[in-house]
């Protein structure tokens, strides 16, 4: 049973980079029938998708945050990451990865989320 | 940006009743929709996809219908673990959008 863990600090100051990791359990995160993406919630908000991966390392970014982020893939660790540059308390958030499936085109499976803090 | 629109922003509901929300998009999106279920403090989970198709391991009291830019997700007969924030999805283009989600309660 694939799982996805999300990882990397809770706390972040204003100004820097926001940087976690998603570790993909129980299948290869190289499948060609996947792909992967970042998804954020504010507390009581809705959802904001941030971007995804393919398994090529090819990458799609909501245009809202595209300048201040990268995804990236490391297929030997069977991870993928996420840096999101010059933070402000407006990307305070839970953070969500999250598996594409190719043939239902939708976020199949989710990882638990992590909470991360812009303060200083 | 394809903005999709979910109605009602809240709905109550009791046991058994039978329910359905509503998501709007912007734009025509064919069958690009997907349906998640939040419960507080848990991550969504993917019910529907494809509009219609039901994800696996997903009671069959959840439906979605619907193309082009109307779309509804039912349950057929309200469960207690059914009360939670319901999340309409487009997959027709990015950025991928999200509907500002439907929370159901408890009558």
């Known amino acids: 049973q694939v799982q996805l863990q999300e990882s990397g600090p809770g706390l972040v100051k204003p100004s820097q980079t926001l940087s976690l990791t998603c570790t993909v359990s129980?299948?290869?995160?190289?499948?060609?029938?996947?792909?992967w993406s970042w998804i954020r919630q504010p507390a009581g908000k809705g959802l904001e998708w941030i971007g995804l991966i393919y398994t090529s390392g090819s990458t799609n970014y909501n245009p809202s945050l595209k300048s201040r982020v990268t995804i990236s893939l490391d297929t030997s660790k069977n991870q993928f990451s996420l840096k999101l540059s010059s933070v402000t308390a407006a990307d305070t958030a839970v953070y969500y990865c999250?598996?594409?499936?190719?043939?239902?085109?939708?976020?199949?499976?989710w990882g638990q989320g992590t909470m991360v803090t812009v303060s200083s | 940006d394809i903005q999709m629109t979910q109605s009602p922003s809240s709905l109550s509901a009791s046991v058994g009743d039978r329910v359905t929300i509503t998501c709007r998009a912007s734009?025509?999106?064919?069958?690009?929709l997907n349906w998640h279920q939040q419960k507080p403090g848990k991550a969504p989970k993917l019910l529907i996809y494809g509009a219609s198709s039901l994800q696996s391991g997903v009671p069959s009291r959840f439906s979605g219908s619907g193309s082009g830019t109307d779309f509804t997700l039912t349950i057929s007969s309200l469960q207690p673990e059914d009360f939670a924030t319901y999340y309409c999805?487009?997959?027709?283009?990015?950025?991928?959008?999200f509907g500002q989600g439907t929370r159901l309660e408890i009558k």
């Open positions: 734009q025509s999106i064919s069958s690009y």
């Open positions: 999805q487009q997959s027709y283009s990015t950025p991928i959008t």
């Open positions: 999250a598996r594409v499936s190719v043939l239902e085109d939708a976020f199949d499976i």
């Open positions: 129980g299948g290869s995160i190289s499948s060609g029938s996947y792909y």
